[in-house]
């Protein structure tokens, strides 16, 4: 059943349950960090809608940098406002910024630690229609892989506001991962967050037999997952790993002792994403049966985002067939 | 506008001669680096780091100075060699260039020598970080607030699409107060810039994106000071100076060739010195030419 401390929204499984994209959740948490920090600046490569950083824009004119379509150049400015004091948000689609602008986050941004966020909206297969070019499935191997990085993927668009409002206080580079869709609401104002911290949604009476790891909206199909196969008579236990890097270690660790099993749903490739961080880290300390929901060494394509997610293995049936799989 | 006394343009030759003379002694000792940048920027750091900027070397983090923002890392010997002369650190500790532990890393690493701006080495990014600089000033400071922002970088970086994206958005901004110098040695690893990469008339391609900008001669420091001034005094428009320069200045045998690029002396071109003899040789030159000028000659 879900945790019931961390007062979820329990409509989260009805037909009609609410929808907002985390990019929503972005936009307002961060005309709330610009209203509480004169000093957070940000800057946009002509996405500035799409991103909904208009909402900041809008209200702050003066603190908003429009670069044009030039998402090197959006990273690097933004490390040189940094340098100066400023916080600074920078925003496209996550294909371009961390994809294109990979190599100057690393050297002015890491390298440098300096204290820029960078915004990847758009991410995943879900973004539909536009096609392969534009579904980021690669984003968070090349961000948690940069030292002094820190990588955040969302659930929901309340969750996006808290960790957005939370990014704006701490002092190293950070990813913040977003996504086009309008997707189910699954936590409430009165949830907590905390960078770094995983949460257990959903969990069986007595021990699990399985644990789930997931992050962002497929954290939906997650809880839904476990939710019918406990009418099964299978204990799953879900968690929530919003922080990607810095891993919670400690609570990766109670789940793998626990359960044995693990499975890991991320929209992403398997190769390098939030999966590898708990494979990489678990090989070391308690090697664990682990199983990687996500995009199999492939591109995305064309479609609507729910038809992907199904196409690509990572709907409620994929995940199910995964824990059936894991438990034999 | 303040024009350089004899006496000061002796001072700056002579500085600007013992920069040379750092920079071949801790090449040598490193035993690795580049050699023609360092060597041929080095009368603009004197002017620069002597003259110009507005900086105290016993507070480094005044938060009041200008901010120099070295994009071509490559050749941070010759700002290695300009900071220590200036009184950032003892000059002693050059000779530790590119060795385990050294502050002075190959290519300059602001986590490791925190009085440097920027971290860089790879290419183009230097004055998109300057353009943010200026940008954050001017949104705190308003436009006039007297503080400076400089951009080092070489003509062949200039193949990287971000610095064009860089001033682009400096023209649109029209931040009066940055001021990019290019080292136009017209020389990059692979050969010549206008064979690698045609970059044509630098100053007109600035010029066309909203920049004030001129080229002048990077050997002469009365030249790059009247420059800096005028460069100081336009209020409305990014400046960017195209420092004409002489691959290698001040070492004969090197100058002109490209293949000293990212050589240091004991393991360069050997058609004019053999290896073992080109430290001897480029401080015996730059040596001698440090008393002529002492002598005023």
Known sequence: MLNSNLKLNTKMFDQDVEQVPTRKGFGEGLLAAGEADKNVVALCADLTGSTMMNIFAEKFPERFVQVGISEQNLVTVAAGMAAMGKVPFTSSYAMFSPGRSWEQIRTTCCYNNSKVVIVGSHAGVSVGPDGGTHQAIEDIAITRVLPNMTVIYPCDAIEAKKATIACAKTKEPTYLRLAREKTPIMTTLDTPFEIGKAQTVFAPEGNADVGIVACGPLLHNAIKTAKDLEEKGIKVKVLNLATIKPLDEEAILALAKETNKIVTVEEHQVAGGMGSAIAEYLAKVYPTKMAFIGVQDLFGQSGRPEELIEHYGMGVKGITKAVEEIIK | MENLTDEKIKTLKLL?????????????????????????????????????????????????????????????????????????????????????????????????????????????????????????????????SGKFFYCVMGDGEHDEGNIWEAVLLAGKEKLGNLIAIVDRNHIQIDGNTEDVLPLGDMAKKYEEFGWHAEEIDGHNVEDINNAINRAKAIPDKPSCIIARTIASKGVTPFEYDYRWHGNPPGSGPTDKVAKDKQTEVALLELKTFYKLVEEGK
């Not at chain 2, 925190?114 to 943010?132: F, K, N």
């Open chain 2, 16 to 144: 600007a001669t013992k920069i040379r003379i750092s920079i071949i002694e801790m090449l040598t000792e490193a035993k690795s680096g580049h050699t023609a940048g360092p060597l041929d920027m080095a009368d603009v750091f004197a002017v620069l780091y002597f003259h110009q900027l507005n900086h105290n070397p016993s507070e480094p983090f005044w938060e009041g100075r200008d901010r120099f923002i070295l994009s071509a890392g490559h050749i941070c010997p010759v700002m290695y060699a300009a900071m220590a002369h200036s009184g950032y650190f003892p000059v002693e500790e050059l000779l530790t260039l590119r060795k385990l532990g050294s502050r002075l890393q190959g290519h300059p690493h602001r986590e490791f020598l925190p009085m440097v701006e920027t971290s860089s080495g790879p290419l183009g990014s230097g004055l998109s970080q300057a353009v943010g600089m200026a940008i954050a000033e001017n949104m705190d400071h308003g436009r006039n």
